[in-house]
């Protein structure tokens, strides 16, 4: 597709399940961002993919947060054992090449933890 | 510490009136500084970006953006505002040897006709 596409766009779950939330990036791209934005917060950096590089999970705020992707294409980002705090929009972006002037982002999943 | 504040959560203009919004940041490296705009529904959209040269850059969709370096401030204007720059903005640093950009807490538009 021409943008970056995200899915689910909503997401509703209850304390305790996984969930799993996927990016499509724009074909091309090598970098990838998981970004998380609360209610009335900025943007939240969350993790990192460059190529083929080890990922910059400096920005997981738990052991319950994982994500992968492999080489140039789909990332997940999987949510472990849910909790209320973890309700948010998680934003993915990509980038044609290393550095973060050329940020082109997804619509979003709106996920909601009851 | 690096953080990008903008102090103003909500603002209300009425159409065609000027708008600006404030954006500090408090960053050690020489920032690349830039403003976003996420329309309801909808992603980030790139409106402009600051990297080095001319401290006044000029974005998409009529609006531009200042870099003052002694008020560590980029804050965004438009001398008219349509009632379709009803959004959420957002402003962002990063810097040449970091992949991350930290952005601020957003600031809410409403255009009253």
């Known amino acids: 597709g021409a943008g970056v596409s995200q899915s689910p766009s909503n997401k509703v779950t209850e304390k305790g399940k996984d969930v799993e939330l996927r990016c499509d990036p724009i074909?091309?791209?090598?970098?990838l961002y998981w970004y998380r934005q609360r209610l009335g917060q900025g943007l939240e950096f969350l993790i990192y993919?460059?190529?083929?590089?080890?990922?910059?999970k400096s920005g997981l705020p738990s052991d319950r947060f994982s994500a992968e992707r492999t080489g140039e294409s789909v990332s997940t980002l999987t949510i472990q054992r849910t909790q209320q705090e973890d309700s948010a929009v998680y934003l993915c972006?990509?980038?044609?090449?290393?550095?973060?002037?050329?940020?082109?982002f997804g619509s979003g999943t709106q996920l909601s933890v009851l | 510490a690096q953080s990008v504040t903008q102090p103003d959560i909500h603002i209300t203009v009425s159409e065609g009136a000027s708008l600006e919004l404030r954006c500090n940041y408090s960053?050690?490296?020489?920032?690349?500084l830039f403003w976003y705009v996420q329309s309801p529904g909808q992603g980030l959209q790139l409106l402009l970006k600051?990297?080095?040269?001319?401290?006044l850059v000029q974005g998409i969709k009529g609006f531009e953006a200042e870099f003052k370096r002694s008020q560590s401030s980029f804050n965004l204007r438009k001398p008219s505002v349509h009632w379709s720059d009803a959004a959420e903005y957002f402003c962002?640093?990063?810097?040449?040897?970091?992949?991350?950009?930290?952005f601020g807490t957003g600031t809410r538009l409403q255009v009253f006709p």
């Open positions: 074909s091309g791209h090598t970098a």
């Open positions: 972006a990509s980038s044609p090449d290393r550095g973060s002037e050329k940020l082109f």
């Open positions: 962002a640093v990063g810097a040449v040897n970091t992949d991350k950009l930290i």
């Open positions: 993919f460059q190529g083929n590089s080890a990922p910059d």
């Open positions: 600051y990297f080095s040269g001319d401290t």
């Open positions: 960053y050690g490296a020489t920032p690349y």
